[in-house]
């Protein structure tokens, strides 16, 4: 089946700009996470949705970024005015889970290919 | 404290050695553990679940410690193709009956032929 998508897998943007990242997550799954990666570092959290409760936005480093999930099901990520350090690798995974006690392999992320933002 | 620790490496380990990575995590009332594996310039995929009682896939080992939060994983027998960044991951309950899966920043692997 179709997994998580995301687009643009690449974008390049000058300073200053607005720039908007989607993701397609796989169908039915309820949980949706937004990630940052730096080259060569780990996985930063962004932002996440659980179904129809308030999203988890402790992971956005400024009120620059901002990510909707509409109809749970499609999200997309928006990056007010960028900056040189926005750079980076942003990835979209999906899940299952829904609520605590589910099977762990209910938790398992699927992620998408990522788009790879490069701000001039 | 960060929520979830992992020494970054690099691990450079010779074909058929095993290799072993602990990750330490904070909360205490965290109840899903993962090993994910990210390929360079790829997306990270699920390599195992960890469970209390420990796990092997293979040749690979995983194990769990909630006395000391920490979870490891064992590669035995390692290939050329084991070369990846592992990724630990451990939940964080947020109340409300919900969860946060939350990445360590990963442990580099490089196996030499």
């Known amino acids: 089946g179709a997994g998580v998508s995301q687009s643009p897998s690449n974008k390049v943007t000058e300073k200053g700009k607005d720039v908007e990242l989607r993701c397609d997550p796989i169908s039915g799954h309820t949980a949706l996470y937004w990630y940052r990666q730096s080259l060569g570092q780990g996985l930063e959290f962004l932002i996440y949705f659980q179904g129809n409760s308030a999203p988890d936005k402790s992971g956005l480093p400024s009120d620059r970024f901002s990510a909707e999930r509409t109809g749970g099901s499609v999200s997309t990520l928006t990056i007010q005015r960028t900056q040189q350090e926005d750079s980076a690798v942003y990835l979209c995974?999906?899940?299952?889970?829904?609520?605590?006690?589910?099977?762990?392999?209910?938790?398992?992320?699927?992620f998408g290919p990522g788009t790879r933002l490069l701000v001039l | 404290r960060k929520e979830v620790e992992q020494d970054p490496g690099p691990f450079n380990v010779p074909e058929g050695a095993t290799v072993a990575f602990n990750c330490t995590y904070s909360n205490s009332a965290s109840q899903s553990f993962f090993w994910y594996r990210q390929d360079c310039r790829k997306e990270p995929k699920l390599l195992m679940s960890v469970y209390s009682s420990g796990n092997e896939d293979g040749r690979f080992t995983a194990q769990l410690n909630r006395a000391s939060q920490y979870i490891s994983l064992l590669i035995r027998d390692s290939k050329l193709s084991d070369s990846a960044t592992y990724l630990c991951?451990?939940?964080?309950?947020?109340?409300?009956?919900?969860?946060?899966?939350?990445f360590g920043t990963g442990t580099r692997l490089t196996i030499i032929p």
């Open positions: 991951v451990v939940n964080a309950p947020l109340g409300f009956g919900n969860e946060k899966l939350t």
């Open positions: 995974a999906s899940s299952l889970k829904g609520r605590v006690g589910l099977a762990p392999r209910l938790e398992t992320q699927y």
